[in-house]
């Protein structure tokens, strides 16, 4: 896998170096990004000894875009995209969200080097949502567990610094490749994050690869989405049920699937990922495993400028080596959308969330959950 992409790397380095070629102008960055503004009610469970949580609350999202392109007479094009956290609470220790450059050309498909997502992510097809994603709701119904609200796979990455190709569309098929040198941030498993930084060091974290086909078509009207991906990392990485560098993590794959179709106004689709994390005692020689599902469904009906939704997604990750059972998430969302005009839309959900936790000291294995009612507006610009 890392020889073919390698490989394709070369292509268009070597056609980026070796044609004649001049830019028909130096590449000027312009503007762009969005802002999210929601307001909601909450209504949390609150079992005896547990935290309680307000009712009412505000959240917002915001990124800035800086990005711009040019195309040389040989046809190939470069583009940079750099995103800039615009909210303090989101920023942590840097601004900077994902920044990357693409080299790219009609015959030899796309070269893709920095912070950016994996193939896996990027090709995947996911249920239908007019309102904030599964990922915002326990913004509002607080989890008491770690496990993960996408449908692809992680497997210990997130927008660390790594190199992709896409190949061009044949005949509505795609195919995706990334390679991650380090695994600086998140956690083995495809299920729950983590943002401790790993060592800088080549006997640290582990690397990882990642593959994705991707296919689109219509027939008569009825357009069909599809995608396949799979991932493997591996040398030491970061224990998810204890968010550090574990020597004793040997490895971790996964796969992923998703398949959306559409018909008129009317969509109806989701996506699955299975993900698996592979202990070996270096010392007794023995091995166990950890390993979650994330699967999501739903359907949608947007005719015009305003459109809803219902989706629901579940998620299972064992809770720990040593726990019986999963610890679960249910979510469901009843959401809607309308357009007020150009780049200004108007969200909103009533989400039903249920949490059930497996893993000792974790509020006594309480289950939580609970309802919210969730409305605002995104500005595109």
């Known amino acids: 896998m890392k020889r073919i992409l390698m490989a394709s790397t070369a292509?268009?380095?070597?056609?980026?170096f070796c044609a004649p070629s001049l830019a028909a102008e130096k590449i000027t960055l312009g503007l762009g990004g969005y802002m999210e503004q929601y307001i909601g009610f909450a209504d949390n469970e609150s079992d005896p000894g547990r935290t309680d949580y307000r009712s009412f609350d505000v959240q917002s999202d915001t990124e800035i875009w800086f990005e711009g392109s040019t195309t040389l007479d040989n046809g190939l094009k470069f583009a940079v995209k750099i995103e800039m956290e615009a909210d303090g609470e989101d920023a942590g220790t840097s601004n900077i969200d994902e920044s990357y450059l693409d080299i790219s050309s009609a015959s030899f498909g796309a070269l893709r080097i920095g912070y950016e997502d994996a193939a896996t992510s990027l090709m995947h097809n996911v249920a239908p949502n007019y309102g904030p994603s599964f990922d915002d709701a326990d913004t509002w119904v607080v989890s008491n567990i770690v496990n993960q609200t996408d449908s692809y796979i992680l497997l210990g990455?997130?927008?660390e610094a790594k190199i992709s190709y896409f190949t061009p569309r044949f005949y509505g098929l795609q195919a995706g490749v990334t390679y991650v040198p380090e695994l600086e941030n998140g956690r083995a498993s495809g299920n729950g994050s983590n943002t401790t930084p790993m060592p800088n060091a080549i006997n640290g974290a582990g690397d990882a690869w990642f593959a994705a086909l991707n296919y689109t078509a219509e027939f008569g009207g009825l357009g069909v989405a599809a995608d396949y991906g799979y991932g493997r990392a591996s040398g030491a990485l970061n224990d998810y049920t204890a968010g550090t560098l574990d020597q004793n993590i040997r490895s971790a794959d996964?796969?992923?699937?998703g398949l959306v179709l559409t018909y008129g106004g009317f969509e109806f689709g989701g996506g699955w990922q299975y993900s698996n994390e592979v202990h070996g005692s270096l010392a007794a020689g023995n091995s166990a495993a950890n390993e979650g599902t994330v699967w999501e469904i739903g359907a949608g009906y947007k005719p015009g400028p305003w459109g809803v939704s219902i989706s629901y997604l579940r998620s299972e990750q064992t809770a720990a080596l040593?726990?019986?059972g999963d610890d679960e998430a249910n979510?469901?969302?009843?959401?809607?959308?309308y357009n007020l005009g150009p780049g200004i839309d108007v969200h909103g959900s009533l989400y039903y969330?249920?949490?059930d936790s497996e893993t000792p000291n974790n509020d006594a294995n309480f289950n939580s959950?609970?309802?919210?009612?969730?409305?605002?507006?995104?500005?595109?610009f």
Not at 11 to 16: C, K
Not at 254 to 257: A, E, I, P, S
């Open 11 to 16: 292509s268009l380095v070597v056609a980026a």
């Open 157 to 159: 990455q997130g927008d």
């Open 254 to 257: 996964g796969h992923q699937v």
């Open 322 to 324: 040593s726990v019986p």
């Open 331 to 337: 979510i469901t969302a009843l959401s809607g959308v």
């Open 353 to 355: 969330v249920d949490y």
């Open 369 to 380: 959950g609970g309802w919210a009612v969730v409305g605002g507006l995104v500005l595109s």
